[in-house]
């Protein structure tokens, strides 16, 4: 077990921590040394169960973790979430504009309107009721971390994991968040610089780490760090480790593993992809998160397009139409391959090979040696 507090804590050996919706991921990741966090926002009670049922069996009793979005700020809050009101909402300038992109793609735009209401885990699953609900399912099981991932996690998530001794995790992107994170008390925070892929900030990695490290410490506080953002490599680990994180949370990076459900299509996009193949956009979610360039986000940002709106709202628009595009891309559509495309960080500029999980644990600890004795040497 390497020496980090994040270690202790969770019981692993060493301080790579995985987020991923493909639970394969989160298994072979465990197995591997590190730890596997499961992302289950857009999934109800039932399908939550069979998927840690599943992890449960395949992780050789080995500590994993569970990871839910509860954000701050989202339309409808306070009230009890209706899907089908809010996608009545959407405007039509928004449905015409995604049907323009997808005609301009020879992709008829059946179905994807009438489908808006009808997955609406993701838009409950945001509410504290909906939280709840998944948090009561997930300590059901020996998960041994639960993590927000926007924002202060709820009183609830807080109260529950002080009662089951299980730690929680939140992700900042600013340092005036991680104070209140602390401040709320939470036991670990997952420091996210605007690399990253999903919803990020605005800061960079190398920036925010130290930043938040020092206000921690000037706050008299313990709480450890893990550091996340554009972070695919055991060198780069290393790096955020000399400035004050204990270790590393890392999401892109498992994306074109072969575990990994993402569409085939998508995955070649990704290991060919530079740093600079990815753009920072409100267009997928209403709130900032970056994903791989493609001809779908250069429309929502080009100066006609609508602005995007709330979550869950612009999620409605978009998850319908992207889901298509995706079926549509692995059957050979070419205009749906052009615009496939999916959450990844600007570290996909080194995700170059195709390997398995547990080969990316393994070279993250060979990477992390290295630059360790690199480091060393340069003392003298």
């Not at 808006?116 to 948090?135: V, Y």
């Not at 990253?196 to 990695?205: I, L, Q």
Request: hydrophobic content about 40%; proline content about 6%.
């Amino acid at each position: 077990m390497m020496n980090s507090p994040i270690c202790s804590m969770l019981n692993i050996e060493f301080p790579l921590l995985a987020f991923s919706h493909c639970r394969d991921v989160v298994a072979a990741v465990s197995k591997a040394g590190g730890m596997g966090v499961f992302g289950a926002v857009g999934l109800g009670p039932d399908r939550l169960r069979e998927e840690l049922d599943w992890i449960d069996t395949h992780v050789d009793g080995k500590p994993y973790g569970l990871d839910l979005i509860v954000p701050n700020k989202y339309e409808g809050k306070g009230r009890k979430v209706d899907p089908g009101k809010i996608a009545a909402s959407i405007p039509d300038t928004h449905t015409e504009f995604v049907n323009d992109i997808l005609a301009d793609h020879d992709i008829d735009s059946e179905g994807v309107v009438e489908s808006r209401g009808i997955s609406s885990n993701f838009a409950r699953n945001l509410s504290e009721d909906g939280a709840s609900t998944s948090l009561e399912v997930g300590f059901e099981y020996p998960i041994k971390l639960v993590a927000n991932a926007l924002g202060v996690p709820p009183q609830v998530m807080l109260d529950m994991g002080k009662q089951h001794g299980v730690p929680v995790a939140a992700l900042v992107g600013a340092k005036e968040h991680a104070v209140a994170q602390v401040n709320a008390g939470v036991d670990i925070l997952v420091v996210a610089g605007g690399e990253a892929g999903g919803h990020c900030g605005d800061v960079s990695t190398m920036v925010l780490i130290p930043e938040v490290a020092r206000a921690v410490r000037e706050m008299g506080a313990d709480t450890p760090i893990l550091a996340a953002g554009g972070i695919t490599t055991g060198e780069q680990m290393a790096a955020a480790m000399a400035m004050g994180a204990a270790g590393a949370w890392c999401g892109s990076v498992w994306l074109t593993t072969a575990e990994a459900e993402t569409n085939p299509v998508v995955k070649e996009k990704m290991l060919a992809a530079s740093s600079r193949d990815t753009v920072r956009s409100r267009s997928r979610t209403g709130k900032p998160s970056r994903q791989l360039r493609s001809p779908w986000t250069d429309a929502w940002e080009a100066e006609d397009a609508p602005k995007p709106l709330p979550m869950p709202m612009q999620s409605m628009v978009s998850e319908p139409a992207l889901k298509k595009i995706d079926k549509l891309s692995q059957g050979g559509h070419e205009g749906a391959k052009d615009l496939a495309t999916y959450w990844v960080g600007q570290g996909v500029g080194l995700m170059n090979q195709p390997l398995t999980s547990g080969q990316v644990v393994q070279q993250f600890k060979e990477e992390f040696v290295e630059a360790y004795e690199r480091l060393s040497n340069s003392l003298g």
